[in-house]
């Protein structure tokens, strides 16, 4: 089995050169860590830097120190929902399952 080996400031040159900071909406929703079904609804676990008011990064200069992922690694994880600026024109391009369910919750609210 082979590994795949990258350098992680290349990642991150070549996410800042296809994936411009510009391009985010600051939803704050590729923040969600975790997201579990429970009786009284979805529950969100959010990253402790977001800002649930601003719905802002409060490391976000330096986010990278604290594990945060680069566009390019999140889109290869998965982690963005399908209307986000980075992958909303990516042809096959799944966003995690709970998307579905908090857009609909945010729909009943409305």
Do not use: Q
């Not at 510009?22 to 923040?31: I, M, Q, S, V």
């Not at 999140?74 to 986000?84: E, L, N, R, S, T």
């Amino acid at each position: 089995m082979k590994t795949l080996r990258f350098k992680k400031d290349k990642v991150i040159k070549i996410s800042e050169e296809m994936f411009p900071d510009e391009l985010c909406e600051r939803c704050g929703r590729c923040c969600i860590l975790h997201a579990y079904k429970t009786e009284k609804g979805l529950e969100l676990i959010y990253c402790p830097h977001l800002d649930k008011k601003t719905k802002l990064c409060k490391v976000y200069n330096n986010r990278f120190e604290h594990g945060c992922l680069t566009v390019m690694e999140g889109i290869m994880a998965g982690v963005f929902p399908k209307d986000c600026p980075y992958v909303k024109d990516l042809k096959n391009y799944e966003e995690p399952w709970f998307y579905r369910l908090l857009r609909e919750e945010e729909n009943k609210k409305e």
